[in-house]
């Protein structure tokens, strides 16, 4: 990650004028205002910029390359982060960017920052960035008028900005580089910040009886995993559990999919990656909130040892599963992570996240994730936290309909509906709901929200808060709900 | 059908009896006279079958005694929880159970007069049958009920709670009506005249046809009309039945009447394309409802609007690439010929906005399949850019038992129907299929009070319901007529 330099307003210009072409100033303009400088406030009418939030214009000039970032009314953290954000996309391609928040609050001066290191990131991991003409400026300063004050605004961001970008960064890995195996040990190196991380392989998940877990990772090389991760905080209270689906690569098994677009399967453990996105964001940030993510990691593979359908699985809770199509394998995994968890951590709110379903694609689109749940408040509140940080969720139903399409011949339930029977010839089916209404049954009376990412995982296209690709969503979103909500005592 | 009449409570000397039992509660009433005069016969043996009088169970005594044929014992559940809701599901159970005797009566003696009412409109809903093109059809498979008589101590009173609710049900049998007719039956034409009927009822009804629409210029519904030997039509229903002095502006619902889909030139695939006699099920809809408010004589002035056209492939066809300009001046790049009943609806909604500037419009369309891979058959989308109106919507169908779930509108949404050489597009792509049809109809409410019911995957049902019985459901007659009766009479 790109590190901020926090200095005043003064040093930062001069840092700026000293790189000449190489820098880029952003400056923030609000709605209908103009900036002070007269050949900028002419440029910027010329231009038609209104300072509309998100909204930036690009202006060569005899000072060097301002950049105009529209932050809206700037009353939120949002519009400045937004301003932030799309201000820094006009300074690809030059090595220094230098942010004025001046007179800004701290809180606003640092979503100022934030939005503009979101958008700066890249993976850039497996190929030669420095051959890329329109890479983000390597060094980002902020100047604001006095940086003591915003510095502790700014560790707070940088916090949940971390937690976003880990997310981001294990979402591009591609799958023969992120396996559950390199997976895990990625979570390891967690503890290096303060994290407790547990993982259990192999003879332990058969002992624990995953056997949903097993049978979805056993076709794979590199056998499934179940992460523990841990932050204690401080209040003596139940930990607020997040759990996510880690599937490294979904190929679809037995029930294979179709190879155009299988290459976006590697982003199949979204899930686990904003899960333990957000769990660094709680512990870089000292969260007095106990919470625990667990994870559940498994390459859905193609081999001779993989689950077909028809098996039946027992999983951790004792109920059995009849799989009936080996693609839909996220269900199977959270079956047993779900009930794993509500039963050993006894959790005030479990929350999971997965990109579970094509279906809620065709219902939401790319602009918002489905909220599921058994407890509204819980539900409200994920609502609430989601506008605040612009990963905007909708509630969506769980009816007996769905669940009773999940009804089995021979095990306690089937895993999804029958295919075929939809209305309209067999081509409608509201998975998205069978799904929930099937995660349902393992969570027992645990306050719990399911939220299906698929969708929202990865940006179709280049928006302020990040460019085109894994957009990390979830880490915010959970960052600020134990911040709304399971930060006091009960 | 049956005939249902309410007769003073007293004990039948043949036939069939049905009563209705609360749990825990001792027999009263036509049920403990039933009792005595088969000498306990009643009790032993809802013993004997486990009755309890739990909601939805139902127990039958053959020859019971007393020259009874039948008795059958339906359970209420707690009786101070007994709602409308559950008398009518009571009435809908009743009748199936005595369906294939001559005469029953249902003693209803143990129930409120409005309870009453409500159990009998329920075995009145249940007792639709659509069978008019049966002709060999044998008579032991026929339903023989001639007659049911609701056995209550307050006759007149049930009677008079009873004559709205059967209006009502007579509306929702023209609305299942006219969705079960064959398409070759129901042409535009035929559904046309079909609503002169509401004349009788004092409901003014005014058609126009292609050249009228020409002239006015409707060339976005007359697109989907160009490729069938069909002509199509354009339906107002007025019902002003606002006192003098209370007038305001009028209510307006408007309806999707797409007689038979093919789909035109982007035609549908052949697997469940029957079902695509239903595809007007929103006009129906609208007709049926003009038939229940005519019907009970509501206090409100209410404008009813269907547009009727059958989309067929042919060589006068519209075509993928098409651009019609619509009634609004608005132009439309038709991608999809498949996604015709939105452009249908926007000139039917434009018209009815500018010329009676009605205090809000609601439209019901069966006009996506995303909409059912959303949310599946228990629930309609309600989309709506008025949160008072929607909450008025969503309440009155819980109400009734037709239930509605809020789906998003947003900007994100309706950029995905930007074309590039048009004022829109007629399809968004896959991703929020349901919302992106909802954000097209929107662009043709011109900021009206509006709400939209996506009923694709309610309008038709696979199975029984207590009181509606599989086919056309009618969805939305009772939800609406209730949300008139609630909060837009007197």
């Known amino acids: 990650m790109v590190k901020l330099l926090l200095k005043r307003s003064a040093e930062a210009l001069r840092r700026h004028k000293a790189r000449g072409a190489e820098s880029a100033l952003i400056l923030p303009v609000f709605d209908g205002d103009a900036p002070d400088d007269p050949a900028l406030a002419a440029a910027a009418k010329a231009a038609r910029f209104t300072g509309r939030a998100g909204e930036a214009l690009c202006l060569p000039g005899a000072d060097g390359l301002t950049i105009l970032a529209g932050i809206g009314a700037g009353r939120t953290v949002q519009d400045w982060e937004a301003g932030g954000g799309a201000g820094m996309a006009e300074a690809a391609g030059r090595a220094q960017a230098v942010l004025l928040a001046e007179g800004a609050t701290a809180r606003q001066a640092a979503g100022f920052a934030a939005g503009a290191l979101l958008n700066a990131w890249r993976f850039t991991a497996l190929r030669d960035a420095r051959k890329d003409k329109d890479a983000p400026p390597a060094r980002v300063i902020l100047g604001v008028t006095t940086p003591g004050k915003v510095e502790h605004a700014w560790k707070r961001a940088e916090a949940t900005l971390r937690g976003v970008l880990l997310a981001r960064d294990l979402v591009a890995e591609p799958g023969n580089r992120l396996n559950p195996a390199s997976f895990a040990e990625r979570l390891r190196a967690l503890r290096d910040f303060g994290l407790k991380v547990e993982v259990v392989a192999g003879k332990r998940l058969a002992a624990l009886g995953m056997g949903a877990l097993r049978a979805v990772g056993g076709g794979a090389e590199h056998g499934p995993r179940l992460v523990v991760l841990r932050w204690p905080g401080k209040l003596m209270a139940a930990p607020v559990a997040f759990v996510g689906k880690g599937v490294c690569f979904d190929t679809g098994g037995i029930s294979i999919k179709p190879a155009a677009g299988m290459e976006e399967m590697r982003g199949d453990m979204a899930g686990a990656a904003a899960a333990a996105g957000a769990m660094l964001a709680l512990a870089l940030r000292r969260s007095p909130a106990p919470a625990v993510a667990v994870l559940a990691l498994a390459e859905n593979a193609i081999g001779a040892a993989s689950y077909r359908p028809g098996d039946i699985l027992r999983t951790h809770s004792g109920k059995t599963i009849e799989v009936l199509d080996t693609d839909a394998e996220g269900r199977l995994i959270l079956a047993d992570a779900l009930a794993y968890t509500a039963a050993r951590f006894k959790p005030r709110a479990m929350i999971d996240l997965a990109t579970l379903t094509g279906s809620i694609i065709t219902a939401l689109g790319h602009h918002r994730a489905g909220v599921f749940g058994n407890d509204e408040a819980l539900t409200a509140a994920l609502m609430a936290a989601g506008e605040a940080v612009a990963e905007p969720l909708w509630p969506m139903p769980i009816d007996d309909e769905h669940r009773e399409v999940l009804k089995s011949d021979i095990a306690d339930l089937r895993q999804c509906a029958l295919a075929g029977s939809g209305a309209w010839g067999g081509r409608f089916l509201s998975d998205a709901c069978h799904a929930a209404a099937f995660l349902r049954e393992f969570v027992e009376d645990t306050s719990w929200a399911h939220l299906d990412i698929a969708g929202v995982e990865a940006r179709e296209e280049a928006a302020p808060l990040g460019p085109k690709g894994p957009s990390g969503f979830g880490v915010r979103l959970l960052d600020r709900l134990v911040a709304m909500r399971f930060e006091r005592d009960t | ?490």
């Open chain 2, 1 to 490: 059908m049956p005939d249902i009449t309410f007769v003073k409570s007293a004990l039948p000397r043949s036939g069939a009896l049905v009563l209705l039992l609360a749990e825990g509660a001792p027999l009263a009433g036509l049920a403990k006279a039933a009792e005595e005069a088969t000498g306990g016969a009643v009790s032993r043996g809802l013993e004997a079958a486990k009755f309890k009088g739990s909601k939805g169970q139902s127990c039958t005594l053959w020859a019971p005694g007393a020259g009874l044929a039948k008795l059958v014992a339906i359970g209420l559940g707690k009786a101070d929880a007994l709602d409308a809701q559950g008398a009518e599901n009571a009435g809908g159970s009743a009748l199936v159970a005595v369906q294939q005797e001559r005469e029953a009566v249902l003693a209803a003696d143990g129930l409120t007069p409005a309870l009453a009412a409500s159990c009998a409109v329920g075995a009145r809903l249940r007792s639709y049958r659509f069978d008019r093109y049966r002709t060999t059809e044998k008579e032991e498979d026929k339903p023989k009920l001639e007659r049911i008589a609701i056995a209550s101590t307050e006759v007149t009173k049930a009677k008079a709670a009873f004559a709205p609710l059967q209006a009502i049900a007579d509306g929702v049998f023209l609305t299942r009506d006219l969705v079960s007719e064959p398409p070759n039956v129901l042409t535009p034409t035929e559904m046309a005249e079909r609503c002169k009927a509401l004349e009788k009822l004092g409901v003014e009804v005014e058609i126009i046809g292609p050249r009228e629409m020409k002239r006015l210029g409707f060339g976005a519904l007359l697109g989907v009309a160009q490729g069938s030997a069909q002509e199509p039509r354009m339906v107002t229903m007025k019902w002003m039945g606002a006192p003098k002095g209370k007038k305001q502006k009028p209510l307006a619902f408007i309806g999707k009447g797409v007689t038979f889909d093919t789909g035109g030139i982007s035609i549908k695939p052949a697997g469940g394309m029957e079902d695509m006699k239903w595809d007007m099920a929103g006009a129906g809809t609208v007709i049926g409802l003009m038939a229940a408010l005519a019907g009970r004589k509501a206090k409100a002035d209410v404008i009813g609007m269907v547009g009727l056209v059958e989309n067929m492939p042919s060589a006068t066809a519209q075509r993928p690439g098409d651009v019609v300009k619509s009634y609004s001046g608005q132009t439309v790049e038709v991608i999809n010929t498949d996604a015709e009943g939105r452009l249908v609806l926007a000139d039917v909604m434009w018209y009815c906005q500018e010329k009676y500037d009605p205090r809000f419009m609601v439209d019901l369309a069966t006009l996506t399949g995303a909409i059912i891979i959303a949310l599946g058959h228990e629930r309609a989308g309600l989309f709506s850019n008025d949160d008072t109106l929607a909450t008025h919507v969503k309440e009155a169908g819980s109400a009734v038992g037709e239930k509605a779930w809020r789906m998003p509108l947003g900007d994100a949404y309706d950029k995905q129907i930007k074309s590039d050489i048009a004022d829109m597009k007629n399809v968004g792509g896959r991703p929020g299929g349901a919302i992106t049809a909802a954000q097209f109809i929107q662009r043709f409410v011109n900021g009206k009070p509006w709400a939209h019911l996506d009923i694709a995957g309610t309008a038709w049902s696979s199975k029984d319901a207590p009181t509606v019985p599989k086919g056309a459901t009618a969805y939305g007659v009772r939800m609406l007529d209730r949300m008139v009766a609630d909060h837009y009479e007197g």
